[in-house]
DNA sequence: AAATATCCATCGGAATTCCTTCTGAATAAG
DNA sequence: CTTATTCAGAAGGAATTCCGATGGATATTT
């Protein structure tokens, strides 16, 4: 036997009103159909539920049994229904992203701040890896989307850009290629380099868009702050992206863009093709890519807001 | 947003089966139904649910938490429903009866015994207690019906006649009353009695039925089995509803038959008029009509089986 | 590579359900 | 006795639901 929401509804407010015609009009119904609606009910539970004389309408022994169970009943879906509505206008629901940590560190702070102003109720929660992991964390579902640069997404990810990121020159306050009007591919091969492992998207960006020239490698690290502190040290120089020359402003330190064709990257959001995102993800998505030129602001000077 | 329990067993089926056709076939509909039907669903809760390429279903995030609630839900609103319709099935229930202590005694039992092996999940309880108690229960909806001798019941109460419960003179071995074919009112007067309460049914049958005619009240007392030592003692003799009559066997006692006009008294099953039964009363008291001719046998003679 | 099979969404019409209005019976109040 | 109110039922129409057919997309087989 069947059984909705509507049922439990009205039969509640006939419970409660006691009489069928009040109980129809708070119910928007004709007097005549809630009659009929709660005779269904009664002979698919097979059960009276209600006497009925022409005065008055009183609950029977059952009708009082079922009515906790229905005003439970009636709650519980209310409240999961509710729930599940919430989420659909984006006043709760949780979302979970992966971002480069370089993006993480500049450009999301202030997405983040003003999507909670938009969406109090929404939840964010970030992983910060690298290009692979978040692609790997996009792909098991663990995050509803990723933002970072897509060397090459694959057919089951769908990307869109947000932003191209340039890459500068970083290096001592008086090293000599500050001299130099605008700085080349050829001007790079004489000194040498501090640089991320070859595993690195940033690295490999590098790579390919110097091919077939070879920066001379003196150090590979892990992790952008060291190079800013190997390059302060005068160990060699650097070619950062402009979303992390943030670590770079130090005492000794200067940077200066370098306008090397392909040396750039792009920034992209990454979803998962043929996978609905929830409500809420779908509310940062659009609202990351909202925001998408004050990215651009940023990947050009390198400077924080 | 209404919901129902078949959209929940949709869902679920849906959820289990990851495939619209299969789900279909196990509920019974067709591909094209489930497929709106779900679309329904997930319009109405604002989220999509599955993910859907022509090769896979797959519950999306907010799918598998919907999954849980209405896993949950489903069962809750099943076993509302089922358990109200094994109580119409009557395989479950309470019933709750009161009836007079001379009908408790002798011929509930059997009807008891019987009603419980057909309906093993009925429990029942009773109330024995003298006319106006059961009365008293029954218009308070304590009881679900009485039965008793109902002299007057009222309007709001609906009767029906299951038995004549007749009068026996009881007396003494040696008495001289019991030297007559047949005893008549007038030779009544003659004797002492001992009695019970003027405000006793049984006592009000008898003033009546021999009105004008007044019997010699030697002793009143509360109870018939101090009626049966009290006659065995030669204070008085008495006349008793043949029902009664198994607690005057005993070995200084005799009864016999005592044909007076209207000295009967009915024995009815009274139920509240505009107040439906639950099935599982409706269930006893069709029970107890069946068994009436048990009743009458053991009205003539007094004799339990 | 082409043919085949499978699967889901959509569409139009059929079947069913549901609702409203009207009416009738019962009962309480004036 | 009349009037008013209430619930239940019938009729008709609106809305929903359902089914079968169709089409597009993808995987499998030949």
Known sequence: MDISKRDLELFLALAEERSFTRAALKCNLSQSALSSRIRLLEEGLGVVLFDRTTRAVELTNEGRLFETSARRLHTELSE?????????????????????????????????????????????????????????????????????????????????????????????????????????????????????????????????????IVLATRLEVQYMGTIAGMVEAGIGIALVPALSLWQFRRPGLTSRPVFIPNLSRSLHLLKRRGHAMSPSAQALYEHALQNRKSLDALAETGDLP
């Open 80 to 212: 999961v229904v509710d729930n599940f509505r919430d989420h659909a206008a984006r006043r709760r629901g949780r979302v979970k992203i992966a971002a480069l940590p370089s993006i993480c560190a500049s450009w999301l702070p202030n997405v983040f701040v003003k999507f909670r102003q938009k969406y109090p109720g929404i939840e964010l929660s970030l992983i910060d890896g690298l290009s692979q992991l978040c692609l790997d964390k996009l792909r098991s579902g663990e995050v509803d989307f990723a933002i970072t640069s897509a060397t090459e997404a694959g057919e089951d990810l769908q990307a869109t850009l947000i932003g191209t990121d340039y890459f500068h020159l970083v290096c001592p306050l008086d090293h000599p290629l500050l001299d130099k009007e605008t700085i080349t591919a050829g001007d790079l091969t004489e000194h040498p380099f501090v640089q991320v492992g070859r595993r690195s998207s940033v690295r490999q960006h590098i790579d390919a868009a110097l091919h077939p």
